[in-house]
């Protein structure tokens, strides 16, 4: 479906290249994104998901500033940007990244409400010391960290894995930014907790109007926090579908979402399953090993002479699928409606 919004925010033909680690004279760069095109609308939630190295923490990265992609065009809200360092246009501070990692985001000598305090009084010079402990208290009730004073006195290794990640979504929104990118915000904290974090970010969504990039590879949380939303399917550096979430995992169409689905049976009653996964091998493909054609070719059923060519999207009725032979993929839906 075409969305009429005016995106806030648009990738372009985003490609990323980096060293390879090691002194080796001469030796190549790895091609990690190859043009990538994303739109992110306000207020939406997009999931992109894939498997481990596929680029998902390089993307969010170039989405927030944080990496200045080899080549490709980043537009904000109407506005071509050009990373951290543009400092004709203040549109980072309305991007927050989340990262995985809650001790390495966050300072171990100053306490949460040092954390806290900093950012708001960066962004905010004029501002009393009474205003931003306003500020403050307003975002510990809204993360649920009560009573604050609990909280804020603390060090970060003092609290739970949970109680970081919600710290760190409050630093993230105290600065009310359009857009949060959250790097597996969940995949280090305790099964019991995730669902208070997934839905803390739903209701931040909803109340505040935020647009967030839910980045992970796990198939249950990506289902629960962007069950309205879009997602999108990496592998190995490129998007390879995406749309809308219930359509997609219930009918993928790219032979690597199919396989990635059936791998990860999703706990629902109607789910059937195939048996055997449709994967032509069980290798897991490298960047460094990238060819002229598709990404996947080593590991498709499908894969056919055309597909040794420049790959190109097919635009379906509920998805953009990059393959060059999708009419030989299964199109019937991996969850059964009988
Ligand atoms: N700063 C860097 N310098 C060199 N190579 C990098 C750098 N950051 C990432 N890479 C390489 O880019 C590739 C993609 O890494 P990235 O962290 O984006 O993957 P990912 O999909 O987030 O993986 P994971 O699910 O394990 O977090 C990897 O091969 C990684 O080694
Ligand atoms: S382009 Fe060919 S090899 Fe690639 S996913 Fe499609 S059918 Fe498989
Ligand atoms: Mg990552």
């Known amino acids: 479906m075409q ?12 490609n990323m290249h980096f060293k390879k680690p090691g002194l080796q004279l001469g030796s190549k760069n790895i091609h990690v994104l190859k043009d990538v095109n994303l739109d992110i609308y306000p207020g939406e939630i997009v999931a992109v998901i894939g498997e481990s190295g596929c680029g998902k923490t390089t993307l969010g990265k170039i989405i927030t500033g944080l990496f200045r992609p080899t080549s490709g065009e980043i537009w904000f809200d109407g506005k071509k940007v050009s990373g951290l360092f ?23 000598v100053r ?33 649920g960290l009560q009573p604050s004073e609990q ?41 019991s907790l995730r669902l208070s974090l997934l839905n803390l970010m739903k209701e931040l969504n909803a109340k505040l ?8 590879h796990d198939l249950s949380t990506t289902r629960y926090i962007a069950s309205s939303g879009r ?22 169409r790219h032979p690597y979402t199919r396989a990635l689905i059936q791998a990860v049976p999703i706990p629902d009653p109607r789910f059937k399953g195939e048996g055997k996964l449709p994967l032509k091998s069980m290798g897991v493909g490298s960047l460094e090993s990238r060819t002229q054609g598709c990404a996947f070719e080593e590991r498709c059923l499908y894969s056919c002479e055309k597909c040794f060519g420049s790959v190109k999207y097919v635009q379906t009725e509920t998805a953009s699928v990059l393959c060059n032979n999708l009419e030989a993929v299964p199109s019937h839906p991996i969850y059964k409606t009988d």
């Open 3 to 14: 969305n009429e919004q005016t995106p806030l925010m648009q990738l372009k033909d985003i």
């Open 86 to 108: 543009d400092k004709k246009i203040n549109s980072y501070a309305q991007i927050q990244f989340i990262q995985q990692d809650s001790y390495a985001a966050l300072n171990p």
């Open 151 to 191: 909280f804020l006195t603390k060090y970060p290794h003092q609290l739970s894995g949970g109680q970081r990640q919600r710290i760190l979504m409050a630093r993230a929104i105290s600065l009310d930014p359009k857009l949060i990118v959250a790097d597996e915000p969940v995949s280090m904290i305790d099964v």
């Open 231 to 252: 997602v999108c399917v990496m592998y190995l550096g490129e998007i390879v579908e995406s749309g809308n979430i219930g359509d997609v995992i219930q009918t993928p």
């Open 111 to 143: 306490t949460i409400y040092q954390s806290l305090y900093a950012p708001i009084k960066t962004m905010h010079r004029k501002w009393k010391k009474s205003q931003i402990d306003e500020r403050i208290e307003e975002l510990m009730s809204l993360i």
């Open 209 to 216: 109007n935020m647009s967030f990039v839910y980045i992970s």
